[in-house]
């Protein structure tokens, strides 16, 4: 990665200012002490002289030289290393012009309140798990209310579901998203998914309480007068049917047996 970095911009083939890289503090090096250290070596690594966004990866501390823990015991006691004392490391970091910008990742609502209670700089990303379903409606809403923004991950679940219907979904929510792909081909369908319009507000049935489509149903995503858009809860047999009535809507919607299309209930 870092030589390909290095070689893109040596060629004059793009700007490091318009890129926008980011990476994580692993939790083998929570600690104040320790997160300057390890952003280094980070941007050594990559042939860089500041990263644009730093995310404390795990609100987990695990024991230095660990690298990935298998047991109870390759983990610290939080008290031991309380993740204010991480947070400080992560604000001095940005301060030294390591970083320009630093956030969490995969901190739960109260994670988060406790960290916004001790730190001077706001963590500015909560980056998460978040998905149709896997919705954390509750952690959306906290993240807004501080001005934390939320990006998700693993936004697409598994390769076989609609990934421009499901990363469209998360930008029309107001989450950026970031599905990993190495295609050109993909990354480009990835990027049209901006173009998509879906529901203009939050359908009732998607955002209810966070809940999952019943087993063998359908999500149901439409537009007032656009196409009907719908998949099962594994997000495969994506359809588009006829045009869906106004006022928008969307619902979970369980097939008839033996059917290969879903059927709208009313709203």
Known sequence: MGEALRGAIEAGEVKREEL?????LWCNA????????????????????WLDLYLIHWPVPIKPGVAFPTSGSDLLPPAQVPLESTWEGMEAAMEAGLTRHIGVSNFSSRKLHDLLAHCRIRPEVNQVEQHPLLQQPALVADCA???????????????DRPAQVLIAWQLHSGISTIPKSVRPARLLENLAAAEITLTPDRSR???????????GGWIVLAAGGGPLVAADPLGRNLISAHPCPSPPAACWSTPPRGSTAGRRRPG
């Open 145 to 159: 209310a501080e001005g934390v923004h939320l990006t998700a991950y693993s936004p697409l679940g598994s390769q």
């Open 30 to 49: 929570h600690g104040r002490d320790n997160v300057a250290a390890a952003l280094r070596r980070t941007l050594s690594d990559l042939g860089l002289a």
């Open 20 to 24: 926008w890289i980011t990476s994580k």
């Open 205 to 215: 049935a998607d955002r209810r309480a966070g809940s999952t489509p019943p087993l």
